[in-house]
């Protein structure tokens, strides 16, 4: 081999050694899961008019159920009943806490209508995809029958995005 071949071959091994070495410093990438969700929600009225529950279902994309479902079929049938499902929901109603479980309510222009957290919540996995009912009833009675306007909205943002903050309220 020449002295040119070699000082050739030496680049070649330094360049490569440089490469790995970059390579291995790295650090290691973090995903994050996006969650979308598609909702339904129902406003409960009573006789009198009043504001007596949010009812909400909330279907998640075939994505994030498949990995949220992971191993929680513990009797190993393929199917996902309500007791392996249970822990599950408990961990979602937790964490949708501090975000008020993004409901809120607003009868005319006035401030938010307060809210009980869930009691009545479930979680079931069909077709593919993980759905959530859930019922959260105001805290105290409200009437909406006179109010000029009237809305309920329930904003769904990736969990682990950066603008995953609660949205202001007015």
């Given amino acids: 081999m020449s002295l040119c071949e070699l000082a050739k ?3 070649v091994v330094t360049a ?3 490469v790995a070495a970059c390579a291995g ?6 995903a994050h899961p996006h969650v979308w969700a ?3 929600s129902e406003i409960i009225l009573n006789a ?9 279902a909330w279907t998640f994309d075939e994505f994030y159920s ?3 479902v992971q191993g929680l079929d513990t009797n190993g049938d393929g199917v996902f009943s309500a007791e392996e499902l249970k822990p599950l929901a408990e961990v979602n109603i937790k964490s949708l806490k501090d975000f008020d479980y993004f409901t809120f309510v607003h009868i005319g222009d006035g401030d938010n209508l307060p809210l009980k957290p869930p009691e009545n919540y479930s979680l079931d996995y069909d077709k593919g995809s ?16 006179q109010a000029r306007r009237f809305r309920s909205t329930s904003t769904i943002r990736p969990s682990s995005s950066p603008s995953a903050s609660p949205p202001k309220r007015r």
Avoid: D, K, Y
């Avoid at 410093?25 to 973090?30: D, E, Q, T, V």
């Avoid at 009198?48 to 909400?56: K, Y």
């Avoid at 993980?130 to 029958?145: F, I």
């Fill in 16 to 18: 490569g050694l440089a």
């Fill in 66 to 68: 498949a990995m949220a």
């Fill in 38 to 40: 598609t909702v339904r």
């Fill in 130 to 145: 993980a759905h959530a009912p859930l019922h959260a009833a105001p805290r105290e009675a409200a009437r909406c029958a």
């Fill in 9 to 11: 071959c030496r680049r």
């Fill in 25 to 30: 410093l790295a650090g290691a990438a973090h």
């Fill in 48 to 56: 009198n008019h009043q504001i007596t529950g949010v009812r909400h």
